[in-house]
């Protein structure tokens, strides 16, 4: 018997906030980099500001509670999981000043969960170019906050995700069951694309989160770390078209076998992605090469770039309904290890 589903208990867990406002910098000096916001043309967008420019024009659907709650019902949505703008991240600036402005940044979102009766949850941000700064706000988020675990980027100043140096703060992840939802960010490779700045979201992204989700392979991260839940936005970016490979090179090189220590493809399959990949074929594809029970909807709304109709697109796709259930909400409960009231037996 195939599994129904109720048509509005989607799970998106990629969705973004920025504040309303940021506070004035407390300390002594001022970082170059520290946000704010500015008034655009119409009253319910504004400029984020940093480091004395227009970094992107938003919509008061970032930190409006109640405009996003109206906008969930018609992406199929009975749950969106907030985290913050990427680029807030800011793993440049000085930890402890990134400490301060991610715990505004984490009480905002908490604050939003609050009012949402229920239809929000968060992932935190944590300063990671500090690691024992990171685990001090991973334990803010999850214990004090009650979040279901933290952003982080692609890489942390170029550090990638695989890196040994960062695996007390996975280690830290797996202890207090906190799910780990990886992000594109500052991507490489710019120099190489043609083009307008979009681009960087369009190619750089997918490409960035790719390498990041096979740096997590070739380290044998899941392999250390059994039962952390991580997931890689963008479905996983390139990580699909560049795992033949990676299996291949595995099965020939004795010095690759060495050093990875499971088959890449077994391991990509412990990993979760979401399906922000704005294409049928593609999705079915991810669901071949990752399996069923590791994708879960990602939406990168309120942005402009953002898919509008994820539980539709997963529904025109052909899947069979407990497929579908899996990826429209039930991997999402398994990967926040949270249950709904949607949730079928």
């Not at 807030?88 to 979102?109: E, F, G, H, I, V």
């Not at 990676?246 to 099965?251: K, M, P």
């Not at 979401?274 to 709304?301: E, I, K, N």
């Amino acid at each position: 018997m195939h599994a129904t589903h109720c048509p509005c208990c989607g799970i998106d867990v990629h969705a973004h906030v920025v504040p309303e406002n940021f506070p004035r910098y407390i300390g002594a000096k001022v970082p170059a980099d520290w946000p704010s916001m500015a008034p655009a043309g119409q009253a319910c967008h504004r400029h984020v500001m940093i480091s004395g420019k227009v970094y992107r024009t938003v919509s008061d659907a970032c930190w409006s509670t109640t405009r996003r709650l109206q906008d969930l019902p018609g992406m199929g949505l009975a749950l969106q999981v907030v985290s913050p703008m990427p680029e807030l991240l800011s793993y440049w600036m000085a930890a402890a000043d990134a400490q301060q402005l991610l715990r505004y940044t984490n009480d905002c979102m908490a604050a939003m969960v609050q009012e949402s009766g229920g239809q929000l949850a968060a992932l935190g941000a944590v300063p990671l170019q500090d690691v024992e700064l990171a685990i001090a706000e991973l334990e803010y988020v999850v214990k004090t906050l009650g979040f279901a675990g933290v952003e982080i980027g692609s890489n942390i100043n170029g550090v990638p995700v695989g890196a040994r140096q960062l695996d007390p703060f996975f280690e830290a992840c797996e202890a207090l069951g906190a799910a780990v939802f990886v992000h594109a960010i500052r991507p490489a490779g710019m120099e190489r694309l043609v083009g307008p700045a979009p681009l960087q979201q369009v190619l750089g992204y997918p490409s960035d989160v790719g390498l990041a989700a096979a740096s997590a392979i070739t380290s044998n991260l899941m392999l250390r770390r059994p039962r952390l839940r991580i997931a890689f936005s963008h479905g996983g970016g390139t990580l699909a078209s560049l795992l033949p490979r990676l299996q291949q090179g595995w099965d020939v090189f004795p010095a690759l076998k060495e050093s990875v220590q499971a088959s890449p493809t077994e391991q990509a399959r412990q990993l979760f992605y979401d399906t922000l990949v704005f294409d049928t074929p593609t999705l079915r594809h991810l669901v071949g090469s990752f399996g069923a029970s590791q994708l879960m909807v990602g939406t990168d709304y309120p942005f402009n770039f953002h898919d509008r109709t994820p539980v539709q697109r997963i529904e025109a796709a052909g899947f069979d309904g407990d497929t579908a259930a899996a990826l429209i909400h039930r991997n999402a409960e398994r990967f926040l290890g949270i249950r709904t009231k949607e949730t079928t037996p």
